[in-house]
T-cell receptor
Framework: KNQVEQSPQSLIILEGKNCTLQ??????????LRWYKQDTGRGPVSLTI?????NTKSNGRYTATLDADTKQSSLHITASQLSDSASYIC?????????????FGDGTTLTVKP | DAGITQSPRHKVTETGTPVTLRCHQT?????MYWYRQDPGHGLRLIHY???????DKGEVSDGYSVSRSKTEDFLLTLESATSSQTSVYFC???????????FGSGTRLTVV
């Protein structure tokens, strides 16, 4: 069974600090991995998407890494801001599908405090 | 969210009544999805569509039906709402290929 596990479940950091969120998956065969940010009361918004051949991708203060061998990904947030408080969701899609077979992690809830 | 709208945004209904949620897109994407999100479960796929009148079940499809008579509209129907269907429902669209999903703003449904 395809699974995506995210850790930690929740995290509290002080404004200005860095943090790293983890995503481990067992989806096979692998096509791509995406990180989404979901603000309270809103739909998820895409941050990054990585395919098998990519191991790092940045979007401003967000940097995602992918190790396809160990099936692990991380999302690093630099110099956190209050607006980074949100849930971060890892989504993994298998190859050869464009339909609804992506596997979603349960998310990491990040709280940034002043 | 740009290109995708859900209606209604909030709804309270009684147990046993039918409920229809609407998802409308202006992007002309082939793929449309309905998810529900509950505390401790993340996003779970209910049904999805890969074209007009082409739909398939997701992992939590029991008690739900869908219809897609036009490219731009994807309807989710709860035939007889139950309290276990109280949730936040998200619609999503996706381009063909390794692209991300675009989600709507969600519909908060409460079944009393």
């Amino acid at each position: 069974k395809n699974q995506v596990e995210q850790s930690p479940q929740s995290l509290i950091i002080l404004e200005g600090k860095n943090c790293t969120l983890q995503c481990n998956y067992t989806v096979s065969p692998f096509s791509n991995l995406r990180w989404y940010k979901q603000d309270t009361g809103r739909g998820p918004v895409s941050l990054t998407i990585m395919t098998f051949s990519e191991n790092t991708k940045s979007n401003g203060r967000y940097t995602a890494t992918l190790d396809a061998d160990t099936k692990q990904s991380s999302l690093h947030i630099t110099a956190s801001q209050l607006s980074d408080s949100a849930s971060y969701i890892c989504v993994v899609s298998p190859s050869n599908t464009n339909a609804g077979k992506s596997t979603f992690g349960d998310g990491t809830t990040l709280t940034v405090k002043p | 969210d740009a290109g995708i709208t859900q209606s209604p945004r909030h709804k309270v209904t009684e147990t046993g009544t039918p409920v229809t949620l609407r998802c409308h897109q202006t992007e002309n994407h082939r793929y449309m999805y309905w998810y529900r999100q509950d505390p401790g479960h993340g996003l779970r796929l209910i049904h999805y569509s890969y074209g007009v009148k082409d739909t398939d079940k997701g992992e939590v499809s029991d008690g739900y039906s869908v219809s897609r008579s036009k490219t731009e509209d994807f309807l989710l129907t709860l035939e007889s709402a139950t309290s276990s269907q109280t949730s936040v429902y998200f619609c999503a669209i996706k381009q063909q290929g390794p692209y991300g999903y675009t989600f709507g703003s969600g519909t908060r449904l409460t079944v009393v």
